[in-house]
């Protein structure tokens, strides 16, 4: 016998988790659904070495690209999904992203919605994800008319010095806007600590406004709400006319349960979302649920960055580097008219990242001239938009294989932009 829910949500990270949240109060009873567990407290969630070599906190999941070869995507399973790892940086679009934009490589076509009507949403969640910043500084800045309720992050000396360069050249940067539970007033008492191990670590003192600490957690006070972890959703089944979805089955410590909602929310990552409509199809949906356009799995987009480290002639030993972002290239520049998109600063790089992220072109550099450049490292983040085509696709098999069909789409761009 299915149990009933008046909502079940599958996934628990930026989408579920914060969906979560929201519903929690209004007293309807409420399941989400986790396909892992609680991200282990532990001193690994600090170790370099354990996260980006070892990569301890990455699935064991195997997928393949269009050529049929495996790799591993680099997906976390975890109560709080990706926000786990994520660096905080919370920024809003800007008020042109939601109409069509030209781009070098291609069009991104507009919205269907306008950026007046998302805005109050973005408010909403900037208070509850405790985003630090100021209005007024980023001249790409869409409008709003309510401030942060948090005030920016302060810069520590070798950023505010680069800040002050920037300035004096012409640039605009700003507070970047970070999602952080941070009381400078009060160091005391604050539960951010401004530590080196946020960006890309597990936030061991749970200060990081990732989906489980704001989403979750927040969620499970209400007894309405319930969490199921280690319970992965492989199909949805619809009434008998298909025009809804009636339950859902999901897999529970490797047996298999049914469980009925009257709203199901599909919020389990771009991949794995389109796999699950894709291996719900049944005689009425024959091409996977809400898949009669063809659609499902096309046009996958994620986030085209490039980290770029400068290094300086003094050492660099700031903590909290995440604290500033530059837009100045945000829709072009002088004699090149298409957007390029934001530069940011990433979390600060210490000698096992490199070995984690480019193990063959470190392999034989000794570990001393690793931390050398770690010392005198200023790591920039570089994202340009990623643009949609309907060949970069997800696609499954019947017995669940993932095929990622994906061509960057702006990988000239990307190349121009970290030369300069």
């Known amino acids: 016998m299915a149990q009933n829910y008046d909502v079940i949500i599958i996934g628990s990270g930026a989408g579920g988790g914060t969906l979560a949240r929201q519903l929690a109060p209004s007293g309807k009873n409420i399941l989400i659904l986790e396909r892992g567990d609680w991200l282990k407290r532990e001193a690994e969630n600090w170790d370099a070495t354990a996260v980006f070599v070892k990569n301890r906190y990455i699935s064991q999941d195997t997928w393949y690209d269009r050529d049929g070869k495996p790799f591993q995507p680099q997906v976390h399973y975890c109560v709080g999904g990706a926000t786990k790892m994520y660096g905080a940086a919370l920024y809003r679009l800007r008020?042109?992203?939601?109409?069509?934009?030209?781009?070098?490589d291609g069009?991104?076509?507009?919205?269907?919605?306008?950026?007046?009507?998302?805005?109050?949403?973005?408010?909403?969640?900037e208070q509850m994800y405790h985003v630090h910043g100021l209005r007024g500084t980023d001249p790409t800045e869409p409008p709003c008319d309510d401030p942060y309720t948090d005030p920016p992050v302060s810069n520590e000396p070798r950023i505010e010095?680069?800040?002050?360069?920037?300035?004096?050249?012409?640039?605009?940067?700003f507070s970047a806007p970070c999602g952080v539970m941070l009381d400078e007033r009060n160091m005391a008492y604050s539960k951010c600590i401004r530590c080196q191990t946020c960006d890309g670590f597990p936030c061991l003192v749970q200060a990081k406004s990732d989906a489980e600490?704001?989403?979750?957690?927040p969620s499970l006070e209400f007894p309405n709400v319930t969490l199921l972890r280690n319970a992965r959703a492989v199909k949805l089944n619809t009434n008998a006319n298909g025009n809804a979805v009636a339950d859902v089955v999901v897999e529970v410590d490797g047996k298999t349960q049914t469980f009925r909602g009257d709203i199901?929310?599909?919020?389990?990552?771009?991949?794995?979302?389109?796999?699950l409509l894709l291996m719900s199809a049944n005689d009425k949906h024959p091409n996977g649920l809400a898949n009669s356009s063809d659609q499902v799995g096309r046009n996958y987009m994620f986030h085209n960055s490039q980290a770029v480290l400068a290094l300086s002639r003094e050492p660099n030993p700031t903590m909290f580097q995440k604290t500033i972002g530059l837009n100045d290239f945000y829709f072009g520049m002088e004699g090149f008219e298409y957007p390029m998109g934001n530069i940011q600063m990433v979390g600060k790089s210490k000698a096992p990242m490199y070995k984690g992220e480019k193990p063959i072109e470190t392999m034989l550099a000794p570990t001393r001239a690793l931390e050398d450049v770690a010392n005198h490292a200023v790591d920039f983040w570089l994202s340009t938009e990623d643009l949609p085509k309907p060949d970069n696709r997800v696609t499954v098999s019947r017995d669940g294989k993932v095929t990622l069909s994906y061509t960057p789409t702006t990988r000239s761009l990307r190349k121009s932009s970290s030369k300069s």
């Open 95 to 104: 008020e042109q992203d939601f109409g069509e934009l030209r781009h070098y």
């Open 107 to 125: 069009i991104s076509p507009a919205w269907p919605i306008a950026y007046e009507e998302i805005a109050p949403y973005y408010t909403k969640a």
């Open 161 to 173: 010095e680069l800040f002050n360069n920037l300035k004096a050249a012409g640039y605009h940067p």
């Open 264 to 275: 199901v929310v599909v919020s389990c990552g771009a991949v794995n979302s389109a796999k």
């Open 213 to 217: 600490v704001i989403g979750i957690r």
